[in-house]
Nanobody, 124 residues
């Protein structure tokens, strides 16, 4: 089993930045692709970004491309999401996810492990 714990969420003004972290523990050797999903109030959960085990391959949703950067430090079993130029539409609960698959997919069913989520609120 793998446990994922997010941190770094909070309240920020539009145009500001936040950095989320996701610490993995347990049977981390089974994890491969990692990523982030988010869910805003009254909306469906959506894919944000994902990164391959090596960090060489990444994928971003159109809504965050150019503003968000995903990275990981496998030695620390930690993944990061740097969020810049935040807008109110980024307000959501952000979930860290991990997959045993080696291919980046945007479907939530591809990710076996989920964190509890961290709230990000962007004020206008």
């Amino acid at each position: 089993q793998v446990q994922l714990v997010e941190s770094g969420g909070g309240l920020v003004q539009a145009g500001g930045s936040l950095r989320l972290s996701c610490a993995a523990s347990g049977r981390t050797v089974s994890t491969n692709v990692m990523g982030w999903f988010r869910q805003a109030p009254g909306k469906e959960r959506e894919f944000v970004t994902a990164i391959s085990w090596s960090g060489v391959t990444t994928d971003y949703s159109d809504s965050v491309k150019g503003r968000f950067t995903i990275s990981r430090d496998n030695a620390k079993n930690t993944m990061y999401l740097q969020m810049n130029s935040l807008i109110p539409e980024d307000t959501a609960v952000y979930y860290c996810v991990a997959s045993t698959r080696g291919t980046i997919l945007r479907h939530d069913y591809a990710y076996a492990y989920w964190g509890q989520g961290t709230q990000v609120t962007v004020s206008s």
